[in-house]
């Protein structure tokens, strides 16, 4: 089962995600333990200070590398494997699917939710193993960017997804965007589903997906064919679709 540990000084903003949907029904499932803890708690004085003057002034507040270092270190288990510890941070590596898989193969995750203007350096060069940002944005607290990438972690995790719902055809998982969707009625207003859906041919529509996938990044994200090695039939495809235009 994974560990989840969430270092954060707003805890509960996450009773919410952790409550609601797939992440709360892959903790009845038994596949992932979720542990938020105000770091607050660890710190050595009697006020409770987390954050304090930058060293060289200027503007905003720094966390103090204790809280952190103490809080992190009562979380790693004794005969433990090194845990991830990771730092929501808009200066980390832009995250991604193929990082969600990456982490999705941990046993222990530790999350570090900053606020105010930064962290200790010593903080990133001592404790943590991954700095995250999920964009080129800035956002208040590393709360939201947690949970997006525990949300995206956890739906990967064995067992979580039912066959139906399987990660495996989700956009980037191939490489690509994933192919349209259509439901009942077949025709809503006149607008008809396409007729290679309806045909009841299971090749025919296994044809029309891998093309209109194809297709949809080819249109919207060509950056993700950058490192995608053409075939023959997508050469066809993108001459008809040139010509067509
Ligand atoms: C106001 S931001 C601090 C920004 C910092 N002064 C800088 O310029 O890099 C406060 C906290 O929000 C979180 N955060 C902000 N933007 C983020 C992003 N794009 N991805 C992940 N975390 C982010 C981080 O935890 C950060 O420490």
Same mark, same amino acid.
């Given at each position: 089962? @994974?560990?989840?540990?969430? /270092? ?17 029904? =892959? ?16 710190? +050595? ?15 905003? @507040? ?18 433990? /494997? ?5 730092? @929501? ?10 990082? =969600? ?28 193993? +991954? ?19 525990? +949300?995206?972690?956890?739906?990967? /995790? ?32 006149? @607008? ?32 993700? /064919? ?20």
């Amino acid at each position: 089962m @994974m560990k989840i540990d969430v /270092l954060s000084l707003f805890p509960a903003m996450f009773t919410g995600i952790f409550g609601e949907s797939i992440l709360k029904k =892959a903790n009845e499932k038994q596949a992932v333990t979720y542990n938020v803890i105000n770091f607050r708690e660890f710190a +050595d004085n009697k006020h409770g200070q987390v954050d304090d003057y930058p060293y060289g002034g200027g503007a905003g @507040m720094v966390l103090k590398p204790q809280p952190i270092f103490d809080a992190v270190e009562s979380l790693k288990g004794e005969n433990e /494997l090194k845990p991830r510890v990771i730092l @929501m941070c808009p200066q980390g590596e832009r995250y991604t699917q193929s990082k =969600a898989e990456e982490l999705a193969k941990e046993e222990h995750l530790i999350f570090i939710c900053g606020h105010y203007e930064g962290y200790d350096e010593r903080i990133r060069e001592h404790v943590v193993t +991954d700095e995250i940002s999920i964009g080129d944005y800035v956002l208040t607290g590393g709360e939201l960017g947690a949970m997006v990438v525990i +949300d995206s972690v956890v739906r990967l /995790l064995p067992g979580v997804l039912g066959n139906e719902d399987s990660p495996v055809k989700d956009s980037f998982s191939s490489g690509l965007l994933e192919h349209p969707h259509y439901t009942r009625p077949a025709d809503f207003r006149g @607008m008809k589903v396409p007729s290679e859906l309806i045909s009841g041919n299971h090749r025919l529509i296994e044809e029309w997906r891998e093309k209109e996938s194809f297709r949809r990044t080819f249109e919207r994200r060509p950056d993700l /064919l950058g490192n995608h090695t053409l075939s023959e039939k997508q050469k066809q495809w993108i001459e008809e679709w040139e010509k067509s235009r």
